[in-house]
């Protein structure tokens, strides 16, 4: 079984904290990897990219969600912007 990180946009246009963001996470990132272990450790260096480029801390407005399988950044409202997940490939 193959594992990814999948990537999901939940607004029309991207917001420049958003572009910033996706520019730092390399393509590689959401490939086919051989086991969820390196899919979740993946996902947690997106959260630590997340982290180290402050959107969270500048934009008030916005929370992080994590679990150990997904990832959402929310506004204050609780309505999604962005979200990284594991899938199962084939």
Same mark, same amino acid.
């Given at each position: 079984?193959? =594992?990814k990180v999948s990537k999901s946009e939940y607004l029309e246009r991207r917001p420049a904290w958003m572009i910033t963001l996706l520019l730092r996470l390399q393509p590689k990132l =959401?490939? $086919?990897l051989p086991s969820e272990h390196k899919a979740k450790v993946i996902l947690r260096y997106i959260r630590m990219m &997340?982290?180290?480029s402050r959107i969270i801390k500048q934009k008030g407005r916005l929370q992080l969600e994590s679990s150990s399988d997904k990832?959402? &950044?929310k506004n204050n409202f609780g309505r999604p912007y962005l979200s990284f $997940? &594991?899938?199962k490939t084939k």
């Open positions: 079984m193959m =594992y =959401y490939g $086919n &997340i982290h180290k990832l959402v &950044i $997940n &594991i899938e």
